[in-house]
């Protein structure tokens, strides 16, 4: 009976954290003026490492011994390894997307040049997907650029009108 008590507990947590948890990332989102669908995408994803993490604890609570849950832990992620092994990139998009979520400074609507090696790319943001900044050139071309590249490569903001003041970034050094 006791368990079972626990369990609902940890199904009620989890419902009550989650919302919450979504309530905050969709305000977030509203405040800098993200999409909608980027801002489910999100959400989601914040859900899904919660349910995994609801999961875990669950298991440990519960009682599952240290042999029982290493083996299905290992099974798990050999099994995601393997499928994974080929995507990483995936992964690694996605990681970069929710990150650029929370504290990249530029949003759908900027007009940005990505100082790549061979080539000044340069364009708006059209939008910013789990897996790509999506740019439009002048020339109305479309242009992909994964979203784990942009930690890579330098981005220069221009602002959206031309009369709006580009604000300074001034470095915080104490002698």
């Not at 959400?43 to 999961?55: E, P, S, T």
Request: contains cysteine; aromatic residues 14%; neutral net charge.
């Amino acid at each position: 009976m006791l368990n079972i008590l626990i369990g609902i507990g940890f199904v009620l947590s989890f419902v009550v954290l989650s919302n919450a948890i979504e309530n905050w990332i969709e305000r977030h989102g509203r405040r800098r003026n993200v999409s909608n669908e980027r801002i489910f995408y999100i959400q989601k994803i914040i859900k899904l490492v919660g349910f995994l993490l609801l999961l875990i604890v669950a298991a440990a609570v519960f009682g599952f011994n240290y042999s029982e849950f290493s083996f299905i832990v290992s099974s798990v992620f050999a099994v995601v390894g393997v499928a994974l092994f080929a995507q990483w990139s995936i992964l690694s998009n996605v990681t970069a997307s929710i990150i650029i979520f929370f504290f990249f400074p530029y949003r759908v609507g900027d007009k940005v040049r990505i100082t790549d090696e061979k080539e000044h790319l340069e364009g708006d943001i059209i939008e910013i997907t789990l897996f790509h900044l999506i740019l439009r050139r002048e020339c109305g071309d479309i242009l992909t650029y994964p979203n784990s590249l942009v930690f890579q490569k330098a981005i220069i903001i221009h602002p959206k009108t031309k009369n709006a003041p580009v604000k300074e970034i001034e470095p915080n050094y104490e002698p």
